[in-house]
């Protein structure tokens, strides 16, 4: 079956400029996590959701960053104002269960590269 | 507070000989798993091997296997008879307690010589 897909693949933008990072999940998969990847280094922890309800937002750095995932499925991270400091890889994962009980393997997306010049 | 540490930033391996990657952990929460990803030179991020705080036995993976030494919170990744295509970033990873988010170590960049 299909993997975890983001859009765009890539993105340039203006410093000030806002963007919108779009992940589309494995079908049927339950969580989905956002992390910021800088080069050379392992993601790092933005947010997360169970369904539609986003669970944990302790890791987005500052009220700039917004994520969303209003019907369970697609969800979009919000970068509003970009600053150079944002320029990173943008990771999406979503695992099948939200169990308490569990830690379940977490399928990657191939990233969104942002470049805010 | 959950850490990952790696302690190799680079290492290098003959090919068809086995490598140990080294991760030690640190958490306070009686349940967590630790997992292994792979990154190569394209940037995709690959999931390889689980080990779950309870299993008693080391989880192994085809040529990949978890020495997981719980007393010493380590959980290090052997690969067997490695091959050219094993040359990649590897990244340790943890979740622990409630929270489900991974947290990752900093990474090491093996390079299997031919």
């Known amino acids: 079956g299909a993997g975890v897909s983001q859009s765009p693949r890539y993105k340039v933008t203006k410093r000030g400029q806002d963007v919108a990072l779009r992940c589309d999940p494995i079908s049927g998969h339950v969580s989905l996590y956002w992390y910021r990847q800088a080069l050379g280094q392992g993601p790092e922890f933005l947010t997360y959701f169970n369904y539609e309800a986003q669970q944990d937002k302790s890791g987005l750095p500052n009220d700039r960053f917004s994520a969303e995932r209003p019907e369970g499925s697609i969800s979009t991270l919000t970068i509003q104002r970009t600053e150079q400091r944002d320029s990173a890889m943008y990771r999406c994962?979503?695992?099948?269960?939200?169990?308490?009980?569990?830690?379940?393997?977490?399928?990657f997306g191939p990233g969104t590269r942002l470049t805010v010049l | 507070a959950q850490k990952i540490t790696q302690t190799q930033p680079g290492m290098f391996v003959q090919e068809k000989e086995a490598v140990t990657l080294d991760c030690t952990y640190d958490?306070?929460?009686?349940?967590?798993?630790l997992f292994w990803y792979k990154q190569p030179s394209s940037g995709e991020m690959i999931f390889l091997i689980y080990?779950?705080?309870?299993?008693?036995q080391n989880a192994t993976e085809g040529r990949y296997s978890l020495n997981f030494q719980k007393a010493r919170k380590s959980a290090n990744l052997v690969i067997s008879a490695s091959q050219l295509g094993d040359s990649a970033m590897y990244f340790c990873?943890?979740?622990?307690?409630?929270?489900?988010?991974?947290?990752f170590g900093s990474g090491t960049q093996l390079t299997v010589l031919p």
């Open positions: 990873a943890m979740s622990s307690g409630s929270a489900r988010q991974l947290t």
């Open positions: 994962a979503s695992t099948r269960t939200s169990g308490s009980n569990t830690h379940n393997e977490q399928f």
């Open positions: 958490t306070s929460d009686p349940s967590y798993g």
């Open positions: 080990q779950g705080s309870y299993d008693q």
